[in-house]
């Protein structure tokens, strides 16, 4: 009986989970990308209150719904404090009805993060990497993106 | 073999464009002197700080969630350093038309409103966030007056706690400060951190 409770608990959680955004931490993020089924995996970092940052995520957006039968992925990080995931970052992805992955950065120590994703990345957002898992390429930019300079870079893969 | 050959390659040639396009000061540099104008109406150079030994110039905004976060620590950092002879000089990056919330006199109420006891100078045209090279807000350039003028000894974030949950808090500023006063180098020099983008004059043309 014990256990059919807490299997009952842990599937609503999982429910509820669903419809909101989740702290991810870099470890888990290379995790994501390790066991998943996808081979190019656009990571996009990103805030609400980074202006070039929203302007440029309905290119990833669309990059997502184009490629939906593709093993492909677009994961978007947001830099938003881990205080404001209920009122900023959730309210957000609702009103924009994202449909792409969404986590909040879940790490302590901001050199240490941005050094891991890139020795290159100063810290200014947005920030792209992209990951192609069969050809093991790895490449970074410190950049805001328009739709067709994205599809330059994914096609140069 | 080739491919990755042919990857490291590229990643290399990629940093070495991206090295080359950044601009403004390096550490060692020397810094130059401006004639900004504070929210009190007057204006502030660095040689009016006729007892400094150095200086904590932080580029910053009335607007960035990323420097709120840091505003009091902004004013403990002065509180700290300024009797010691480095005083904080903030400079907001932001043109107002580009960015409304960072207009003269919104200055000036947030530096009422937070008792701000360092100067907060306006910098029209961004002239000296290009120069310094400030890239993001807030972003900290530590100088020290030598013979030769202004060097620039750290660049970087003020902590690696933005938003005060990091049990083991490096507090880079202070601990280059601590080291300044007692005749030493910052042992590190430059720090990375996640800030807001500098929000530049829209070109008139086009």
């Not at chain 2, 970087?156 to 500023?173: C, E, S, T």
């Amino acid at each position: 009986m014990k256990r059919y409770i807490v299997t009952i608990l842990l599937i609503l959680v999982g429910y509820g989970a669903n419809a909101q955004v989740k702290l991810l931490t870099l470890n888990e993020l290379e995790q994501r990308v390790a066991k998943g089924k996808d081979t190019t995996y656009v990571v996009n970092f990103w805030a609400t209150w980074c202006g070039p940052c929203v302007e440029e995520l309905p290119y990833f957006e669309r990059l997502t719904s184009e490629n939906a039968k593709k093993p492909f992925k677009v994961i978007l990080m947001s830099l938003d404090f881990k205080s404001k995931l209920k009122t900023d970052v959730e309210p957000f992805v609702a009103k924009h009805k994202l449909k792409s992955e969404v986590f909040v950065v879940n790490e302590m120590d901001q050199q240490k993060f941005i050094d891991r994703v890139d020795k290159s990345w100063s810290g200014a957002l947005p920030a792209t990497l992209i990951l192609n898992t069969d050809k093991k390429v790895r490449s970074f930019y410190e950049k805001a993106f328009t739709y067709d300079e994205l599809l330059k870079v994914l096609n140069k893969k | 073999m080739k491919k990755l050959l042919l990857a490291c390659l590229t990643l290399f040639v990629v940093t070495a464009v991206n090295a080359q396009n950044q601009t403004g000061y390096q550490v060692g540099d020397l810094a130059s002197d401006f004639n900004l104008k504070n929210v009190d109406g007057k204006n502030v150079s660095l040689a009016n700080y006729k007892n400094a030994k150095g200086y904590i110039v932080i580029f910053t905004c009335n607007t960035c969630p990323v420097s709120k976060a840091y505003e009091s620590r902004k004013e403990e950092l002065n509180k700290m350093y300024a009797a010691k002879g480095y005083p904080v000089v903030a400079i907001n990056t932001n043109d107002p038309v580009a960015s409304p919330g960072d207009t003269y006199e919104k200055m000036q109420e947030r530096a009422k409103e937070k008792n701000f006891s360092f100067a907060y100078l306006l910098d029209p045209d961004h002239v000296f966030t290009k120069k310094y090279g400030a890239m993001r807000t807030p972003h900290v350039f530590v100088l020290q007056k030598t013979a030769k003028g202004n060097e620039v000894v750290y660049i970087g974030a003020i902590d690696n706690d933005q938003q005060l949950a990091n049990p083991q808090r490096d507090n880079y500023v202070q601990n280059a400060v601590n080291q300044l006063l007692k005749g030493e180098k910052p042992s590190v020099a430059s720090t990375k951190a996640i800030g807001c983008t500098i929000k530049w004059k829209k070109e008139v043309s086009k």
